[in-house]
């Protein structure tokens, strides 16, 4: 079983940054196995779909949904089963509960996510 906690949602003013962590954990990882492939970020606002945010390979390879490019940045730390989101300039249409997604290793990021976050607020708001 494979766990995702994700840290640093809070309440930002607009033009402002937050930084999201996701940190996997399970039984399987703690001895080394790479259960994880792809990883990444979905964020689903109040009334709307659920959307992909940005989601990144082992590899470092990247993918940014069109409303977040040049705004935010994924990165990963595959040592420790780790992803970030940084998120700049915050706008009011960013506000949403961010979840936190990983893929088993051999499932093609275009297909969906194995395993889920909790989910953690961001609020843009003055």
């Known amino acids: 079983q494979v766990q995702l906690v994700e840290s640093g949602g809070g309440l930002v003013q607009p033009g402002g940054s937050l930084t999201l962590s996701c940190a996997a954990s399970?039984?399987?990882?703690?001895?080394?196995?790479?259960?994880?492939?792809?990883m990444g970020w979905y964020r689903q606002a109040p009334g709307k779909q659920r959307e992909l945010v940005a989601k990144i390979t082992r590899g470092g390879s990247t993918n940014y949904a069109d409303s977040v490019k040049g705004r935010f940045t994924i990165s990963r730390d595959n040592a420790k089963n780790t992803v970030y989101l940084q998120m700049n300039s915050l706008k009011s249409e960013d506000t949403a509960v961010y979840f936190c997604?990983?893929?088993?290793?051999?499932?093609?990021?275009?297909?969906?996510?194995?395993?889920w976050g909790q989910g953690t607020q961001v609020t843009v708001s003055s």
């Open positions: 997604n990983a893929w088993a290793p051999w499932v093609d990021w275009n297909y969906d996510p194995v395993y």
């Open positions: 399970g039984s399987t990882l703690s001895i080394g196995t790479i259960s994880i492939g792809a």
